[in-house]
């Protein structure tokens, strides 16, 4: 049964970064793909971006330019950057398994999400 | 931006089925997925491929796909199925994912 729980501040000030990272266990994190999605408070939710072993990466055209994601494979870890968030960008953000072939992606595993609000 | 559209809220009672609903240009040629969220927590996919159901998840939630409509039904709803659904397929252009705006389905 795979696992998945995110960490980081709750808290990031405004034109900081936001930094996350989700912690894999029961799947190897090499071999699957891993997405963030998010949820702004009372909202619907948002895809961000996707990796596949650090290698194959997309983002959401939304947020392209200022996300970033990243694999580190020796702590079976997913990380996420925002850059220059504001208040926008206060949300509950779920790091997920992603199943599926190019293109209909689907997210079989979700961690139970970390609230994190901008504001100074 | 490739949006999915669903309704805001479906009521039904107790027993009854419900239908969920939701729209997208690109949909007849893309499977659809569907997910369930509980106040304070995490989505959980209840569907997939439109039609499919994952381990775990009562046989009374069917999906279909009718052209640029798919459906979520829940038969003989339950008061534990009172929650919001989301349905999720790729943009028009197949490149990335996206959620419809989601369906609160109320048990009243």
């Known amino acids: 049964q795979v696992q998945l729980q995110e960490s980081g501040p709750g808290l990031v000030k405004p034109s900081e970064t936001l930094s996350l990272t989700c912690t894999v266990s029961?799947?190897?994190?090499?071999?699957?793909?891993w997405t963030w999605i998010r949820q702004p408070p009372g909202k619907g939710l948002e895809w961000i971006a996707y990796?596949?072993?650090?290698?194959?990466?997309n983002y959401n055209p939304s947020l392209r330019g200022r996300v970033a994601i990243s694999v580190d494979t020796s702590k079976n870890q997913v990380s996420l950057k925002v850059n220059s968030v504001t208040a926008a960008d206060t949300a509950v953000y779920y790091c997920a398994r992603q199943r599926g072939y190019y293109p209909l992606y689907y997210f079989d595993s979700w961690g139970q999400g970390i609230l994190v609000t901008v504001s100074s | 931006s490739y949006e999915l559209t669903q309704p805001p809220s479906v009521s039904v009672s107790p027993g009854q089925t419900a239908s969920i609903t939701c729209s997208g240009d690109a949909l007849p040629k893309k499977n659809a997925y569907w997910y369930q969220q509980k106040p304070g927590q995490a989505p959980v996919l209840v569907i997939y491929?439109?039609?499919e159901r994952p381990s775990g998840i009562p046989q009374r939630f069917s999906g279909s796909n009718s052209g640029t409509t798919v459906t979520l039904t829940i038969s003989g709803v339950q008061a534990e199925d009172e929650a919001d659904y989301y349905c999720q397929s790729a943009d028009s252009s197949s490149t990335y994912p996206v959620f419809g705006g989601g369906t609160k389905l109320i048990v009243v």
């Open positions: 029961g799947d190897s994190i090499s071999s699957s793909y």
């Open positions: 990796t596949y072993n650090g290698g194959s990466i």
């Open positions: 491929k439109d039609n």
